[in-house]
């Protein structure tokens, strides 16, 4: 009995709340490690690395102001039509590139065309200087051959300048026989020709 006072006399009522409160707080303790434990279990990041988790989770936009995504989005469409016009401009010039190319090409071939005609008409002309040389030579012969008073007549009709080339070439009898046939003023002609150009020949 006097223990019993002794524990629950005046100081009793002390006593039971300690032992109540002490109790409570082993429980409190005890329920927050376990729950720390649980935690941990399910979610074992670091400190560091849980951080990096909620911000990858949190959306992006929530970052960003409304101003800043209208002018993000004006920044994307000017590089959108700047890339456009540089496309364009590389199609035009790759297009530009294989026309001067194709017209290259046709200025080579056009070349080509053009020295293989001069090499044709520079063969074209030395057989047609053969061919008249030849003509000339054969005329030549035909009016030496012939008696004065027939090759006269027709020496008479030509161009001072060709009957000088003729009588030239021949031979200086058949000439002055076919002089002889002219007009007085045919034979001045072609003798006025034919002594310019012997004085035009370099003497020795």
Known sequence: MLLKKKFFG???RGSIL??????????????GTGAGQAVATENPLAPSEKQEAITAEAPQDSIL???????????LRSFQEREARI?????????????L???DEEIERRLTMLEEAETSLRGL???ANTAAEDDLVRL???YENMKPKDAAPLFEQMEPDFAAGFLGRMRADAAAGIMSGL??????????????????????
């Open 140 to 142: 030549t012969t035909v």
């Open 10 to 12: 005046k100081n009793g």
């Open 87 to 99: 496309s364009e401009k590389e199609e035009k010039i790759a297009i530009r590139m294989k026309t």
């Open 101 to 103: 190319k194709v017209a």
């Open 65 to 75: 102001s409304d101003d800043d995504k209208v002018e993000m989005a004006v920044l």
């Open 125 to 127: 002309l030395a057989l």
């Open 183 to 204: 007009s007085p003023q045919a034979a001045y002609s072609i003798s006025v020709i034919l002594a310019g150009r012997n004085a035009d020949v370099p003497k020795g």
């Open 18 to 31: 300690l032992i109540v409160s002490l109790l409570v707080g082993s429980a409190v303790v005890r329920v």
